[in-house]
């Protein structure tokens, strides 16, 4: 499977037929619990001697084959699929911490990841320390004796900055601590695993699905991270299953390293409860079958957008890393070369609001990575939480119009652009 291409994995991988009924296309699985064979496999199940599906809290058939399939996508070696992206980058920074850690974040965060760092994490005993991810030396001089994680998003949201993957991951290995990439808008375009990210979190949500009807997330193992003593929760034995120790038990399977992910699932998933439904899974992997056809239209329309933006009079500036003088139109080029996603910003020469109101095709919403052009104002939307100083500081002003771009005819949605700038 390693070698098969993205076009390809998005449909096959994770599945062959349904050995009940043949059935080519996933079975959509909606149960809660399942059956076991006997006592003795009840009690392997629960013990972690088995893997199997207990309840669906935990495990179900359906997203397994979700799971699978995001795993063989992001170049991982294995994924859990969770309720939402913001569950999915709080379990990773739970897993991953405890009371009294610190993470090392870049500082040009979507806003609910900015607001679940500032305002959540002390809540739960731990906190995030920011840095201008311009330079990858400011990730080292924050990092301290308490810091478990350094985070960054592939492509900001919306700010769309672009770090040097590779030195910032390099500073994560010469401190110990693992890479966390949030993914979600280079999804099928960047794999941050196979340039130094030892875990990738998703809103599958967005780009994933791509139809804007379900809300889940994905957190994907590179499976190449060796649990050092910094992290005492997978080499310690574990409570609640009566001494396993996680990297003893999973620091070798199939020659990966999924003591992370095993964890995830068996304290934090099934304690906490951050199911995805069956259903939303069986949503995705519809999503997932168009992937790499979509994220080549979205990228596509996305330039032709932002080239038409730049020549507009009416408009004041563009913000597209795929248009050359971006500040990461080379890292763009270098990590990116099939696109850079749909996602662009813009501000133009008058009152963004009323902008907004007089568009007639693009949606109002705060979604993105959906079929429809989605437009945005982040100030007083998504960010609007944030101080002004840390908005203009994550690349955010008062001006600044987040566009999603959707798979409709470029010509209609500049069109309707231009109008309502009329």
Known sequence: ????????????????????????????????????????????????????????????????????????????????????????????????????????????????????????????????????PADPENFRKAITDKTKALYVETI????????????????????GVPLVADNTVAAGLFRPLEYGADIAVLSATKYVGGHGRAVGGVIVESGKFHWNEKFPMFRNPEPSYHGLVYQDAFGNMDGANIAFMVRARTIFLRDMGMAISPFNSWLFLQGLETLALRMREHSANALTIARG????????????????GHPAHERALRYMPRGQSGLLGFAIRGDGKKFIGNLKLLKHMVNIGDVRTIVTHPASTTHQQMSPEDRHKAGIDDNYIRLSVGLENTDDVLADIEQALQ
């Open 309 to 324: 933006l730049a020549e507009n009079s009416l408009v004041e500036w563009v913000n597209y890393p795929g248009l050359p």
């Open 156 to 175: 900001g949201n919306p700010a769309l900055f672009i770090p040097d993957f590779e030195a910032i991951a390099a500073i994560a290995r010469e401190a």
């Open 1 to 132: 499977m390693s070698h098969w291409h993205l076009e390809t994995l998005g449909i096959h991988a994770g599945q062959s037929h349904d050995p009940q009924t043949g059935s080519a296309t996933v079975p959509l699985y909606m149960t809660a619990a399942y059956q076991f064979e006997s006592p003795e496999q009840a009690a392997a199940l629960f013990e972690l001697r088995e893997f199997g599906n207990i309840y669906t809290r935990i495990t179900n058939p359906t997203t397994a084959v979700f799971e699978q399939r995001m795993a063989a996508i992001e170049g991982g070696a294995a994924a859990l699929a969770v309720s939402s992206g913001s569950s999915a980058i709080l379990l990773t920074v739970l897993n991953l911490t405890n009371p009294g850690d610190e993470i090392v974040s870049a500082n040009n965060l979507y806003g609910g990841t900015y607001q679940l760092f500032t305002n959540v994490l002390p809540m739960l005993g731990r906190s995030a320390r920011f840095v201008d």
